[in-house]
T-cell receptor, first 111, second 118 residues
C-alpha cells in the first residue's frame, strides 16, 4: 500500500534550525499532497497541503516545496521549536478519494 | 473542519473476542475511512465506507475480519473480529469534508482507538 516514500525516518534539529522532510511518489494521478502532524496519543492533524499546480506553499513557519517533474515534495519547518517535536506524515491522494501515507518522520527539536 | 468522536479511546481485549469501534462526526459526510496504525508506524487504509453502500476493503483486509457499518451520514462502526495479538494497533476513522478547496478542509482524523489484544 505504501505508494509514498518518506525520509528521513527520524530527525533531530536544534531549536531555531530548519527541519526538512522529503517525500517521493510514483502515481502521477495523485493531485493532493498534504502533510500531517501527529502528537503521541492523538490522531494526525492536517498541517499544510498543496496541489500540483503550484511549486510552493507557505503557511507561517511551514513551507511545502513541490517538484512535479521529479515527483517529489518536501516540508520545511523554519525556526524549529521544541513544540514542533512530533511525527510528520506526508500523504497523497487522487481527488475525492482515500489517502496514502508515507512512513512518517519523528522530529525532535532540542532546546 | 469536522469534529470526530471515536470510542473507545483504548481497550484491552482477550484473544478470540471482538471489539466494535464507533466513529461519530458532527456533520454529514459522504466518505468515511478506517485506518490502522501500528505503534511507531504509518497509517494503512483498511476500508472506505460510504453511506448506503458496502464498504470497500483494501488488499489484505476482509469483511469477515473487519465488518463495517455506515447507517447514516454521521456515524460508522468498525468491528475487529476474532482478535489475535497481531491486531494490537491504533484504529483511526477519518472523514473527507467535500469542498471545492481541499487545501483547507481535507481529511480529518479521530483521536484513535488503541487496542491491545492479550
Amino acid at each position: 500500500q505504501q505508494q509514498v516514500k518518506q525520509s528521513p525516518q527520524s530527525l533531530i534539529v536544534q531549536k531555531g534550525g530548519i527541519s526538512i522532510i522529503n517525500c517521493a511518489y510514483e502515481n502521477t494521478a495523485f493531485d493532493y499532497f498534504p502533510w500531517y502532524q501527529q502528537f503521541p496519543g492523538k490522531g494526525p492533524a492536517l498541517l499544510i497541503a498543496i496541489r500540483p499546480d503550484v511549486s510552493e506553499k507557505k503557511e507561517g513557519r511551514f513551507t511545502i516545496s513541490f517538484n512535479k517533474s521529479a515527483k517529489q515534495f518536501s516540508l520545511h519547518i523554519m525556526d524549529s521549536q521544541p513544540g514542533d517535536s512530533a511525527t510528520y506524515f506526508c500523504a497523497a491522494s487522487t481527488g475525492n478519494n482515500d489517502m496514502r501515507f508515507g512512513a512518517g518522520t519523528r522530529l525532535t527539536v532540542k532546546p | 473542519s469536522a469534529v470526530i468522536s471515536q470510542k473507545p479511546s483504548r481497550d484491552i481485549c482477550q484473544r478470540g473476542t471482538s471489539l466494535t469501534i464507533q466513529c461519530q462526526v458532527d456533520s454529514q459526510v459522504t466518505m468515511m475511512f478506517w485506518y490502522r496504525q501500528q505503534p511507531g508506524q504509518s497509517l494503512t487504509l483498511i476500508a472506505t465506507a460510504n453511506q448506503g453502500s458496502e464498504a470497500t476493503y483494501e488488499s489484505g483486509f476482509v469483511i469477515d475480519k473487519f465488518p463495517i457499518s455506515r447507517p447514516n451520514l454521521t456515524f460508522s462502526t468498525l468491528t475487529v473480529s476474532n482478535m489475535s495479538p497481531e491486531d494490537s494497533s491504533i484504529y483511526l476513522c477519518s472523514v473527507l469534508i467535500p469542498t471545492v478547496d481541499y487545501i483547507n478542509y481535507g481529511y480529518t482524523f479521530g483521536s484513535g482507538t488503541r487496542l491491545t489484544v492479550v
